[in-house]
């Protein structure tokens, strides 16, 4: 197992530490380029837009680089924030899941903008290099965590791909103490990064990136990482849809294996492929086959819903197994 990570960082709520340039530098500089190694001065709130967002990302070693500049002006034009503004809907089934979980094990809020950069929170994205879901995972590195086979591909299970995603990341800041490298090492590997720190003598993000040492994908994916973040997290800003929802809460049911999804909803009461939607990893629209029981996502709002309809499952199963038997000893 392993360890849960605690770092030595004091993670209070969305980036509220010391980010690039820190909040000294943003209420000081009136409108300054990009290129010129600050971010430029967002646009005044519009009205009821009033998330201003917080001055500073909650990891106080962020250092700032003129690639976050750059990546900032690219993303708060009219085709990024058209991006970004499409890619955070698509993420709002999962937002509070995985801001939740981040929280559970002390780790940065905005690592939930990971997501983005890989999948744009489609669930069922695959990569050209065969990569899938929220969070990319190639089918040799689920490693533990997900079972991939003609029944599932939870790699499309936003709940253990996203268990799997925060252990692998957590388990990179606890190799490499920095979250920078943690972040760099899940795009490029574990091993490729401290490879790179082996062969420069440094641990500095930045100057590895520099040096030649990481892949170009990876001297990318940081610093476009964390503009997206800081144009997400500033949201009203820069002109975004705030989204004033409730949270979305999600648990799980278990139901017994090779049961319909079908058979499922039309006890509930939902649409079929709304139970679906929820278990988008069922390659077959049923639990697996030859399971005693799979665990369902479901909101917590539909649990009892869900629960009821599944126990129903379980006794008529139970029924028919008791009738079988009997007839079988006649």
């Not at 999948?119 to 590195?141: H, I, K, P, Y």
């Amino acid at each position: 197992m392993r360890p849960v990570v605690r770092s030595s960082f004091d993670f209070l709520p969305l980036l509220q530490r010391t980010l690039v340039v820190g909040a000294v530098l943003l209420a000081a500089s009136p409108a300054i380029e990009a290129s010129s190694g600050h971010i430029p001065d967002p646009e005044p709130l519009p009205e009821r837009q009033v998330i201003a967002g917080p001055s500073v990302f909650s990891n106080p070693d962020i250092s700032w680089s003129s690639e976050i500049g750059r990546y900032i002006e690219l993303y708060s034009g009219p085709a990024g924030l058209n991006y970004i503004s499409r890619s955070l809907r698509a993420g709002l089934p999962y937002r509070d899941f995985i801001v939740q979980q981040l929280e559970a094990r002390r780790m940065p809020r905005e690592l939930y903008y990971l997501a983005l950069i890989e999948s744009n929170f489609d669930a069922t994205a695959v990569s050209r290099s065969g990569a899938v879901g929220l969070w990319q995972f190639m089918e040799n590195s689920v490693e533990e965590w997900m079972v991939i086979n003609a029944e599932v591909d939870e790699r499309r299970d936003f709940y253990r791909s996203t268990h799997a995603a925060l252990e692998k990341l957590s388990w990179n800041f606890t190799v490499l103490e920095d979250w920078l490298l943690a972040i760099a090492a899940y795009n490029a590997g574990l091993g490729h990064v401290r490879r790179a720190i082996e062969s420069a003598g440094t641990r500095d993000y930045w100057r590895l990136a520099g040096a030649g040492l990481l892949p170009d994908q990876t001297v990318d994916y940081v610093p476009k990482f964390l503009a997206i973040a800081w144009i997400a997290e500033h949201g009203g800003r820069y002109g975004l849809p705030c989204y004033w929802l409730e949270p979305l809460e999600w648990t799980r049911v278990e139901a017994p294996g090779g049961v319909e999804l079908a058979t499922i909803a039309e006890l509930a009461g939902i649409p079929t492929d709304t139970l679906h939607s929820w278990n988008l990893h069922l390659n077959k629209r049923r639990t697996p086959v030859g399971a005693v029981t799979y665990p369902l996502n479901v909101p917590l709002r539909s649990h009892d819903r869900l629960e009821s309809a599944v126990d129903i499952v379980s006794l008529t199963d139970t029924l028919i197994e008791r009738s079988q038997s009997a007839d079988s000893t006649h």
